[in-house]
């Protein structure tokens, strides 16, 4: 097939899926051609079977805000006439599968069928979309596109709860390649005496970075660990600043990195204590790396971090349940190992191999 996949760009858990999707895609014997504002983070385009094709925006004075989805419309035409794609898949809803619809309806008055997959990841939902200034919008392209995958169950509930839409949402989770992950933990060699605790994220408000700085502080007074954390974002400075202020021992902040498994292979417990979390691609990269994982308990993180099996799962602010979690972990070895080696035996349930055909499953039922 010769797929079209939308994404955004940068560091985040719905680009880096849709690349590992694409990579896996090309693997397979499919053309896939990526449209997004940059190259993703993860995109390598040495492979002949995936191209990369950027959305320019050129400025003109007049807008305030520049036509972003005019451009990515205007794109996902041009490549689909000129490479007789079969679909196009877009990653994230807003606002891509709104300029997807328009592409569509542009290819129709040439008489070319674009079928359109919009995978549902998150916070295009359950903050940016349900906003009262976008809702009818997002709940158009839903409903519009002709198939809807959500990476959770419970991502695929607010959807329906927040839009009031009857449109059928397969769930399809995130998934790992897990021998990568495999041949990291093969090289990996574990330094430091001490437990690893690592963070991983965008630094959003949504990731609750003041609660988790407040829980390295507690249980820095308790065992002596490693704290790493990794990413970027609007709250990575205020983190920077609480470590300092309490005087936290042992912080690192690492930046964004390319090769996350190299990091999360020295790691032991991995914690996202997220306010809000659709899916959490990065609890999955550190649960195929064999960390126990301490999450809260919110949107589709239950359903990945199984409490008292992976990990444990605490209500998203509550600092006493967090530091327990982690002090039951790092005071009993037992536990901990029997928990990474739990945690590792789950991610082989969202493993590519398996999860990638389910996507193509639904291809198929577009493309006669
Ligand atoms: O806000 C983010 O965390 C980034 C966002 C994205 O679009 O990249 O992540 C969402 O999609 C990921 C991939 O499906 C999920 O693993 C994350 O849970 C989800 N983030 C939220 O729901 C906050």
């Given at each position: 097939m010769k797929i079209i996949i939308v994404c955004y760009p940068t560091f985040g858990g719905s680009g880096i899926l849709?690349?590992?999707?694409?990579?896996?895609?090309?693997?397979?014997?499919?053309?896939?051609?990526?449209?997004?504002?940059?190259?993703?983070?993860?995109?390598?385009?040495?492979?002949?079977?995936?191209?990369f094709h950027k959305?320019?925006?050129?400025?003109?004075?007049?807008?305030?805000?520049?036509?972003y989805e005019l451009a990515l419309s205007t794109k996902i035409v041009d490549v689909s006439t000129k490479n007789q794609i079969d679909l196009v898949h877009?990653?994230?809803?807003?606002?891509?599968?709104?300029?997807?619809?328009?592409?569509?309806?542009?290819?129709?008055?040439?008489?070319?069928?674009?079928?359109?997959?919009?995978?549902?990841?998150?916070?295009?939902?359950?903050?940016?979309?349900?906003?009262?200034?976008?809702?009818?919008?997002?709940?158009?392209s839903i409903d519009k596109s002709n198939i809807?995958?959500?990476?959770?169950?419970?991502?695929?509930?607010?959807?329906?709860?927040?839009?009031?839409?009857?449109?059928?949402?397969?769930?399809?989770?995130?998934?790992?390649?897990?021998?990568?992950?495999?041949?990291?933990?093969?090289?990996c060699n574990?330094?430091?005496?001490?437990?690893?605790?690592?963070?991983?994220?965008?630094?959003?408000?949504a990731k609750n970075i003041r609660t988790l700085i407040k829980v390295f502080n507690l249980i820095s007074k308790k065992h002596k660990c490693i704290f790493n954390l990794?990413?970027?974002?609007?709250?990575?400075?205020?983190?920077?600043?609480?470590?300092?202020?309490?005087?936290?021992?042992?912080?690192?902040?690492?930046?964004?990195?390319?090769?996350?498994?190299?990091?999360?292979?020295?790691?032991?417990?991995f914690i996202l204590p997220s306010k809000v979390e659709s899916f959490g691609l990065a609890a999955l990269e550190a649960m195929a790396s064999k960390n126990a994982i301490v999450s809260s308990n919110r949107g589709g993180l239950p359903e990945l971090n199984l409490n008292n099996k992976t990990g444990f799962t605490c209500d998203y602010n509550d600092i006493d349940s967090y530091v327990d979690a982690?002090?039951?972990?790092?005071?009993?070895?037992?536990?901990?190992?029997?928990?990474?080696?739990?945690?590792y035996n789950r991610a082989k349930k969202f493993n590519i191999n398996d999860i990638v055909p389910m996507y193509e499953y639904e291809y198929m039922k577009l493309v006669k």
């Open positions: 849709a690349t590992e999707l694409g990579h896996k895609l090309s693997k397979n014997g499919h053309v896939v051609h990526f449209i997004a504002y940059e190259k993703p983070v993860r995109l390598e385009v040495n492979d002949e079977n995936i191209f959305v320019n925006v050129p400025f003109y004075p007049l807008f305030n805000f520049q036509p877009v990653h994230y809803a807003i606002p891509h599968a709104y300029a997807a619809y328009m592409a569509q309806k542009m290819l129709k008055t040439q008489k070319i069928n674009l079928p359109i997959v919009t995978t549902l990841h998150g916070t295009d939902i359950t903050l940016v979309g349900k906003h009262p200034f976008y809702k009818k919008a997002v709940k158009f809807v995958t959500s990476v959770s169950k419970s991502l695929k509930n607010d959807t329906h709860d927040f839009f009031e839409t009857n449109k059928k949402i397969k769930v399809i989770p995130n998934f790992v390649d897990l021998e990568k992950f495999n041949n990291q933990l093969k090289l574990k330094v430091s005496q001490y437990k690893t605790i690592t963070h991983v994220s965008n630094f959003r408000p990794i990413g970027e974002g609007p709250e990575l400075d205020i983190a920077k600043e609480m470590t300092k202020e309490l005087k936290i021992p042992n912080v690192y902040f690492l930046g964004n990195t390319n090769e996350v498994e190299k990091e999360l292979c020295h790691s032991d417990i982690l002090d039951k972990l790092i005071s009993n070895e037992k536990l901990l190992e029997k928990f990474k080696e739990n945690s």
